[in-house]
Each structure stands twice: as structure tokens, then as C-alpha cells.
């Protein structure tokens, strides 16, 4: 049975941190890319960050670049986001998904999720 399991999303004021996890088991984890989404009210889940299953390659959207990392464990099957300097417009749900191809940016592209955690950033 596959499982991703996010954690550490909450409650912070602009500028403010927060760590993401997202604890996996029930597939490869290590042959996998690991991407991570977010869906704010109204708006379509976006591609925030995604790495390769080394952690070599990594993408980010402009609009996190240089304030979010990704980073994985293979030997823990869990993928991280490190969100720094968090704005009001980063407040969402977030997910993270999993994928057997590097380099996909679309949702439907992406074959494992989470079931999301909020973040809310506040002004």
C-alpha cells in the first residue's frame, strides 16, 4: 500500500520558516522523482519544487527560488521542503507527489500524493 505523509505545515508570520516532511513507504522510493505541489482557494495545484530520485537535479518555480529547498533522504523514503522568508502568497495546501520520470511539472504527470498540509502565512 502506497502512503505519503506530509507533516510540519502551520500557522507563521511573513518572513517566518518551515520545514516540510513528507514520510513515504509502500513503493521505490529511491527510483523515484519527488515532487512538491501546492493549491491555494481557487487557484490550480502548482509545481513548487521537485528533485530526481539522487537529489541531484532539483527544479523550483520563480516563485520560491531562493527562498525554498527540497532535499531528500533515500534511506529514510522522506522528502523535505525548507520554505524561508515566507510571504502571505505562500499560503496553501501542500503535497508532495511522486513521479517515475525527472523533470515532470505537470500534476497529472505525477503517479503517488499526499494527502496535503496547510500552510498559512500571515501578514
Known amino acids: 500500500q502506497v502512503q505519503l505523509v506530509e507533516s510540519g505545515g502551520g500557522l507563521v508570520q511573513a518572513g517566518g520558516s518551515l520545514r516540510l516532511s513528507c514520510a513515504t513507504s509502500?513503493?521505490?522510493?529511491?527510483?523515484?522523482?519527488m515532487g512538491w505541489f501546492r493549491q491555494a482557494p481557487g487557484k490550480e495545484r502548482e509545481l513548487v519544487a521537485s528533485?530526481?530520485?539522487?537529489?541531484?537535479?532539483?527544479y523550483y518555480a520563480d516563485s520560491v527560488k531562493g527562498r525554498f529547498t527540497i532535499s531528500r533522504d533515500n534511506a529514510k523514503n522522506t522528502v523535505y521542503l525548507q520554505m524561508n522568508s515566507l510571504k502571505p502568497e505562500d499560503t496553501a495546501v501542500y503535497y508532495c507527489?511522486?513521479?517515475?520520470?525527472?523533470?515532470?511539472?505537470?500534476?497529472?504527470?505525477?503517479?503517488?500524493w499526499g494527502q496535503g498540509t496547510q500552510v498559512t502565512v500571515s501578514s
Open positions: 507527489a511522486a513521479n517515475r520520470y525527472t523533470g515532470a511539472t505537470n500534476a497529472a504527470e505525477y503517479d503517488y
Open positions: 528533485t530526481s530520485w539522487t537529489g541531484r537535479i532539483t
Open positions: 509502500g513503493f521505490s522510493f529511491g527510483t523515484y522523482a
